[in-house]
């Protein structure tokens, strides 16, 4: 009986993975996968057998159960199985079922963190998630909940959304309900570590209006203290927090897309 | 003038940096660090100067001012500047005081982002920050403020509180008056990440107990949801959720170190 590593991929772009990550693939006898974001990753295991878990042939209802039904004989087969996760996999990544089934099973595994997408927003967009003062706590939730419903809090100094994209204006109303000033930041990220990011800024009021921006991309949306700028040269961060929030309703100012990647400096 | 690429180094161990993250230091001809959690990162940049800005030399009301002016001057007389940060440098890693100092001398600057602490601890004890139904919600931030006080909120339905280790006790007090039951399930979880990594399960009344084993370790609090073990066999996971708290005393349960790192393999 073989042994499941759980790796996290990462946001997207693959030198996005760790260094043990990476490890991980290059021993990888199987790597079952979902939507793989950046296709270079097949490169870190290439000789791996790649089994697409994420195929929309599934029955819905039953796709969970065919994936763990899926890991557990790749490690009855196989010494060395990765599962693969975008972001990290104990956010949002529904790691809870597929450990289930392994403890079910008998079957060993470990679990290789990554860099979830808000990290990666906030590092894309220069925009720590956490600020000294104003910014002490955060943040991460879904804006839509199993049974379809939109939820919106505002339980910390900043709140981070994931797989909001689709529901921006969904999403303003249930912030402006949750208590946040309709001034209140918004930063909108999408494809974040990616050289064709998109970072745009908005108001709670005004979030609709990244709809057409940022439409069909992976897209991670902060709120609060972590979403203002940091520039000593304008200043605006602090002022604009929560606390003192500037009311007047902005159209959203969108930064060029960040043309450099480290490795091609 | 140089550029400056401020590289999340993850939770300790060497191998939780991201590939980005080491390419970053195989290029860097100065890198500024705190204290190193893992020596091993230094031969990520052999040939680099590296400078220590952790010293307890500083005066610490001048610290961060003394880091900032190093940074800058590193930036005039280096091409390619790393500045190496713990865990990721958006959470709870002073990034914007460091932003804010570069933007003020108009040097350019990149974010790399790392594996944060809260992740490495729930992939460590294999406890999925956020879990489907229970757990839609994670907050992270420091049990202690800036004034040296403790706080400590039910905000979301798992709390990870950072640089809690030495304020357990006081800790699971400031808890209870958050309204968390006594029986909530707490894990944590110290060196996350290594091969001497430590994992324990309490409760929120008895905390406390916690002390003598992880002192003097970094270590990671989880608090609600996230805290809960996950196993088909005994699946106590969900019942013991803060919803339905367990209110017997434990003294904790204490996980052997996991043994094993991938490299090893």
């Known amino acids: 009986m073989g042994k499941v590593y759980f790796v996290g991929a990462g946001p997207g772009s693959a030198d996005l993975i760790t260094v043990r990550g990476a490890k991980a693939l290059a021993q990888a006898e199987v790597v079952l996968f979902d939507a793989l974001a950046d296709p270079a990753l097949r490169d870190l295991a290439p000789l791996a057998c790649w089994l697409d878990v994420g195929k929309r042939g599934f029955v819905h209802a039953h796709k969970q159960d065919s994936i763990n039904a899926m890991l557990v004989r790749a490690a009855h087969e196989h010494e060395f199985v990765v599962r693969l996760k975008g972001g990290d996999p104990s956010i949002f990544g529904r790691l809870e079922e597929e450990l289930e089934a392994l403890a079910a099973a008998g079957i060993d595994c470990e679990v290789v963190p990554g860099v979830t997408a808000a990290l990666a927003a906030a590092a894309a967009s220069k925009r720590p998630l956490t ?56 930063c909108v990220v999408s494809r974040a570590g990616w050289p064709d990011q998109l970072i745009s800024d908005h108001r709670v009021g005004t979030l609709a209006l990244a709809a057409v921006l940022h439409a069909g991309r992976p897209t991670v949306v902060t709120v609060g203290a972590a979403a203002c700028g940091v520039s000593a040269a304008t200043a605006p961060a602090r002022t604009i927090a929560a606390t003192a929030p500037d009311t007047r309703p902005s159209r959203g100012t969108v930064m060029p897309p960040a043309s450099k990647r480290i490795e091609s400096i």
Request: aromatic share 8%.
């Open 131 to 186: 600020r000294r003062g104003s910014g002490r706590s955060v943040a991460f939730s879904t804006a839509m909940t199993h049974s379809g419903e939109l939820r919106a809090a505002r339980s910390a100094d900043s709140e981070v959304f994931y797989m909001a994209g689709r529901q921006l204006a969904a999403l303003s109303r249930q912030l402006l309900q949750a208590s946040w000033p309709a001034g209140t930041p918004v």
